[in-house]
């Protein structure tokens, strides 16, 4: 039918994020009065609804979950077929001399794109980071341009990088900095990369034919159900970061810590998020494409009345109790003049939680109905 092929083109998603963080009722997570990070924040992946935050706007050092933004460009260079996965990549000098984490690059080896690109997400490899940038742009400085236009697309006005890596080797107020709002919405983007979760679900593949070990440094993986990502970091000047991303049943959530005091709280403080978003939220929709709402009398129609429908469905995250309170406030005219078309837009419907609209969904027309001519509206008379 032409109505539910519109409807399924028409696929609405519901960012619920004003709603719980201004209804009463809602849950909430409390960290304590001193929480152990400086910033926080858990959403869900679809719709981004915001479930929790904590100084979520405040810019910090990413360290090295800056990769993500890294990863982000390259992975949407490979979706745009302007480079492949199978692309055998060079190791400059300069590449074979990056510190920190790394799987030791010399220069000269050739190595495939996607095991450089699994070196960075499992083991944070700095020189791989150098090398994949240095392939892609020509240069580092050119790659590093590259990353602040992504942000700058996905409006990241908090975001701004200055290497590749995310080792804070400049001057703070020259250094990188985002925020946990913008690392969640950089995650939001990669996820629609499959691949990357296959490689951040990973807690141990060889590298260099056997030679070399890529130890996951996500360490709660295997240990909290549906983890499978997604990255760490660590710098004095960023303390402990990790934005990690899990799924239960069909919703997924991201969380983001940074500035936790030690890895240990970071990954506690962690867990215990990412279990409270799921124990206390369900997603689901709170309308339906093609769902009968009423029908509408008609003037000079050849039926009576025609029914109709919604045009949308509405996905929203919330929790069972906020799920009971949704109203819905059907707007229709009291009467419509013949003809309708299947398909036309009649009414509207409102669907809003205590005070706060969360969606206006249009309502159509089930069936198109003709109009009666003159003489038939005559005999209905008689």
């Known amino acids: ?38 910033t926080g924040l858990l ?29 982000l460009v390259v992975m949407d260079a490979v979706a745009e077929s302007r480079y492949s996965l199978h692309d055998s990549v060079y190791t400059s000098a300069w590449a074979s001399r990056m510190g920190g984490s790394q799987v030791f690059l010399k220069q000269g080896e050739v190595f495939p794109l996607s095991e450089l690109m699994a070196a960075i997400v499992i083991s944070s ?62 995650t ?9 979760l296959d490689w951040s679900s990973t807690r141990i593949r060889p590298f260099r034919n056997g030679e070399f070990t890529l130890y996951n440094t996500n360490r709660l993986l295997g240990r909290f159900r549906g983890l499978d990502g997604l990255k760490t970091g660590f710098t004095q000047r960023a303390g402990f970061n990790l934005v990690a991303t ?16 030690s890895n240990r709280q970071r990954d ?38 025609v029914s109709v429908i919604l045009a949308d469905t509405v996905i929203a995250v919330l929790t069972p109790e906020q799920r009971r309170r949704v109203k819905r406030d059907i707007e229709l005219p009291v009467l419509y ?6 398909g036309d837009s009649i009414g509207v419907l409102q669907l809003s939680l205590d005070d706060h609209l969360l969606a206006r969904v249009n309502l159509l ?4 109905v003709a109009r009666m001519s003159l003489w038939e509206k005559l005999m209905s008379y008689f």
């Open 125 to 186: 490899a700095n020189d791989a980071c150098v090398a994949v940038a240095e392939h892609i742009s020509g240069s580092v400085d050119g790659f590093v341009a590259l990353m602040n236009t992504k942000a700058q697309q996905l409006g990241l006005d908090s975001t701004h990088v200055v290497n590749v890596h995310g080792l804070d080797d400049t001057p703070r107020a020259e250094g990188n900095h985002t925020t946990a709002r913008d690392l969640a919405m950089v």
């Open 365 to 368: 027309a089930a069936a198109s």
């Open 43 to 71: 959403i869900e992946a679809e719709t981004g609804a915001v479930l929790f935050e904590s100084s979520a706007d405040l810019q910090r050092s990413p360290a090295s979950t800056q990769k993500l933004l890294l990863l």
């Open 337 to 342: 003049e013949a003809p309708v078309t299947e």
């Open 188 to 196: 939001r983007a990669l996820l629609r990369h499959p691949q990357i």
């Open 246 to 261: 899990a799924r239960r049943q069909d919703m997924r959530l991201i969380s983001v810590i940074m500035g936790g005091r």
């Open 268 to 305: 506690r403080e962690t867990s215990e998020l990412l279990s409270w978003g799921f124990n206390h939220f369900v997603k689901g929709p709170i309308a339906v494409a093609g769902e009968t709402i009423g029908s509408v009398p008609l003037d000079w129609g050849i039926t009576p009345k």
């Open 1 to 38: 039918m032409a109505w539910l092929r519109n409807a399924w083109r028409s696929w609405c998603v519901l960012s619920a994020t004003f709603a719980l963080a201004t209804t009463a009722g809602a849950a909430q997570y409390d960290p304590g009065e001193n929480p152990p990070f400086a």
